[in-house]
């Protein structure tokens, strides 16, 4: 994790690193006074512009000021924090442990506020007196980075974006230029077909990938709606594979359908979004392998879809975060540029089965591919 750096004040020219080791010295001389040195010392820390806390040996809150108390915090003055793989911070490696033991530490972390939002926060740890003190050992102070962080991810976004579009729109023109050779020699020729069946599927592609922009867009105002209609879903998984095995690289779907009754009342284009992105997903992650299975249980009450690759696999530790925003699978052709993408695909499948009433889930064992399986109600 990188350092942070912090700015600088407008007064002075004093910076705001300068000034939290500032304060731990004052701390260091105030912490083993009387009584009326945390009245001083309180002053101290409502004068900070970041959210402060001292800790004591333990780890334990023994004083904090407003800009602290204002984060979503447990009954014992902490709250969860992740690393930049999306992992919970383990206990004692948390800020507050750390300058329990007396250390000294910049960090960045991110926690999930009380609406729901991902804020990522600088963090410096200080010690403030000698360990064998049996006061205030520590002090941590949290400084908000998600502004700097959304400007960051806006540019990681749209780099993404250029990158995702760019492999289709090149495969069509090398497609359409196939096709329009052919076409000056044999209209009817396997060449020519074989163009225009691609040119359709990455068309479609390319559609699905824009939707999923729109739809993004959508789940983070909380405006995502589905418009329910009689949907086959024998025909929509059967479109789906079309698409996708059309795809440049992809291997052969093997399709199985077991029960009779093929409708589902859904929203069509998104269901088939759903599809066309585990699929693609497969494709990316089972790349050199000879096939992907796709299962399509008609159960009286549900409609289950599985789809399986025999790709390497998901590591364990990232089977938990599979379905976040952004988040994408380290050890999943990590080393392929062409399996590298927004991590927006199955965070929007997830949405979309929700909002149909449905869930989805995934397993998978290194070494032996993955399987997500998609579980619908009918009505």
């Given at each position: 994790m990188e350092s942070v750096q912090w700015d600088t004040f407008a007064h002075g020219g004093q910076s705001r690193g300068d000034n939290i080791i500032s304060f731990s010295g004052q701390a260091r001389r105030l912490a083993c006074r009387t009584p009326r040195a945390t009245g001083e010392l309180s002053a101290v820390l409502e004068s900070l512009d970041q959210a402060t806390v001292l800790v004591d040996a333990s780890g334990t809150s023994v004083l904090r000021n407003s800009a602290y108390a204002s984060l979503p915090l447990d009954p014992d003055g902490r709250f969860e924090l992740f690393d930049d793989d999306g992992r919970l911070v383990p206990y004692e490696q948390s800020p507050w442990q750390r300058a329990a033991r007396g250390e000294s530490a910049d960090l960045e972390v991110a926690a999930i506020d009380p609406e729901g939002r991902y804020r990522l926060y600088g963090v410096r740890v200080r010690p403030i007196v000698s360990r064998d003190a049996d006061r205030a050992v520590g002090v941590v102070t949290f400084r908000d980075l998600s502004e700097r962080h959304a400007g960051q991810l806006e540019e990681r976004s749209v780099a993404l974006i250029g990158h995702e579009l760019r492999a289709p729109l090149t495969s069509l023109q090398g497609y359409a230029e196939l096709l329009a050779l052919h076409l000056e020699d044999d209209l009817n020729s396997s060449e020519a077909q074989v163009a225009a069946t691609r040119i359709l599927s990455l068309t479609r592609r390319l559609g699905t990938m824009v939707q999923n922009l729109f739809d993004l867009a959508r789940i983070s105002s909380g405006a995502l709606q589905v418009a329910r209609q009689p949907v086959d879903m024998c025909s929509l998984v059967i479109e789906a594979v079309e698409v996708v095995e059309a795809l440049p690289g992809a291997p052969c779907i093997h399709v199985n359908a077991t029960g009779d009754d093929p409708i589902l009342n859904g929203d069509e284009q998104r269901l088939g979004a759903v599809l066309i992105n585990l699929l693609t997903n497969a494709v990316k992650h089972?790349?050199?392998?000879?096939?992907?299975?796709?299962?399509?249980?008609?159960?009286?009450?549900?409609?289950?879809?599985?789809?399986?690759?025999?790709?390497?696999?998901?590591?364990?530790?990232?089977?938990p975060h599979i379905f976040n925003r952004y988040h994408q699978a380290r050890g999943r052709n990590a080393n392929d540029a062409a399996a590298s993408g927004l991590g927006l695909g199955l965070f929007i499948v997830?949405?979309?089965?929700?909002?149909?009433?449905?869930?989805?889930?995934?397993?998978?064992?290194?070494g032996s591919g993955a399987r997500f399986t998609v579980c619908l109600p009918r009505t």
């Open positions: 089972g790349a050199g392998t000879d096939r992907i299975d796709v299962r399509l249980l008609l159960e009286a009450a549900h409609v289950t879809i599985e789809v399986e690759d025999f790709g390497p696999g998901i590591p364990p530790d990232d089977l997830q949405q979309i089965v929700s909002a149909h009433g449905g869930r989805v889930d995934v397993v998978s064992k290194l």
